[in-house]
């Protein structure tokens, strides 16, 4: 399994050219098509444009129904996300609804649920 954490730009060239270069770079080249990969953080997608033009084309999958992660004191927006490629899927995604997390980061923690085949 392989596990890869980003935290793409703010703007959506940026982000484009980021991930790119991202499934461009060492260690992701290469690897089998069906081995299990994990790619989560802070996508900055307020669109939700990412995983249909530059993701899912890679084959990389996430749920269909995108999580609220921010801001963390009331979400509206979906910036956090979690997508996988190979023998894993998603079962579950979900935030936090502890105090706790609204006081720790402007973003609400983004958990998910995996299973690998």
């Keep these: 399994i392989h596990?890869?954490?980003?935290h793409l730009g703010l703007f959506e060239r940026e982000r484009q050219r980021q991930l790119r270069r991202f499934f461009d770079s060492h260690p992701l080249v290469g690897l089998h098509h069906r081995t299990p990969i994990i790619v989560g953080g802070?996508?900055?997608?307020?669109?939700?444009s990412l995983g249909k033009k530059i993701l899912?084309?890679?084959?990389?999958?996430?749920?269909?129904?995108?999580?609220r992660t921010f801001p963390a004191?009331?979400?509206?927006?979906?910036?956090?996300a979690v997508y996988v490629r190979?023998?894993?899927?998603?079962?579950?995604c979900y935030?936090?609804?502890l105090k706790v997390?609204?006081?720790?980061?402007?973003?609400?923690p983004l958990f998910a649920e995996l299973e690998v085949r």
């Design 42 to 48: 802070d996508f900055n997608d307020h669109w939700g």
């Design 73 to 80: 004191y009331a979400p509206v927006s979906s910036l956090d």
């Design 86 to 92: 190979g023998d894993i899927r998603i079962r579950h």
């Design 101 to 108: 997390a609204k006081q720790a980061s402007d973003h609400l």
């Design 3 to 6: 596990l890869f954490n980003l």
């Design 56 to 67: 899912s084309p890679v084959g990389f999958r996430s749920r269909a129904r995108r999580v």
């Design 95 to 97: 935030v936090s609804k």
